[in-house]
């Protein structure tokens, strides 16, 4: 009975030490080492006394539960990092979108000639979700504009893409004929038997 009084009271003390720890990561692993290394000389204690098993359990599920209490804290603690890049990218998103409705507009307002449009940039690799209801309006049509102009080059360089490789096919089967006709005009027959 000393030895469980014992261990619950260890138990008590390292939840609330681990519950006390600032949720960063460093200071997940600092505890994880420390209990882990507590909870070893535990089970090492364990193997000198009579009832090894019942300790050794005691201890076991000790680690357990120390376990995933910290990967619930880490995946609290992904969810906020997530969440937090998540914001930052919405924002860049954002003011890149203002920016470059802006800067169009200023180009529009210079010269209303019909000048080339300034080239867009071939970073997508599939189509954008990102406009959300909550992007202001001048944003979501920015957004909308460089979604389409990306969609629209990509296009383009996909079917110069397909129209090379054909191309290249082409002269590929056209060699492959030529030489098998050379071929068959070297090659002779063997005689035919009489």
């Known amino acids: 009975m000393p ?19 600032p949720p960063d990561q460093q200071g997940i692993d600092r505890v994880r080492a420390e209990e882990t290394s507590r909870l070893d000389q535990e089970e ?17 599920r000790q680690r357990l539960e120390m376990l ?32 470059h409705a802006a800067d169009k507009n200023a180009s529009d ?8 449009p300034e080239p867009p940039s071939l970073t997508l690799s599939r189509p954008r979700s990102d406009i959300s209801p909550k992007t202001p309006a001048p944003a979501r049509l ?17 079917a110069e893409t ?11 089967r056209e060699s492959v004929e030529r030489r098998l006709k050379e071929q068959a005009k070297k090659s002779r027959s063997l005689p035919i038997p009489d």
Request: aromatic letters at 4%; charged letters at 30%; proline letters at 0%.
């Open 3 to 21: 030895l469980a009084l014992l261990l619950a009271s260890q138990f008590a003390w390292a939840s609330d030490a681990v519950q006390a720890q």
């Open 44 to 60: 090492a204690l364990c193997q000198t006394r009579f009832a090894v098993n019942r300790c050794a359990d005691l201890v076991r």
């Open 68 to 99: 995933a209490r910290l990967r619930r804290q880490e995946s609290v603690l992904n969810a906020a990092r997530r969440t937090q890049r998540a914001a930052e990218q919405r924002l860049r998103l954002e003011e890149k979108a203002t920016a």
């Open 109 to 116: 307002s210079a010269s209303d000639d019909a000048s080339l």
């Open 142 to 158: 920015a957004l909308q504009d460089i979604q389409q102009t990306d969609t629209a080059v990509i296009r383009a360089s996909n």
């Open 162 to 172: 397909y129209e090379r490789k054909q191309a290249e096919a082409q002269k590929r």
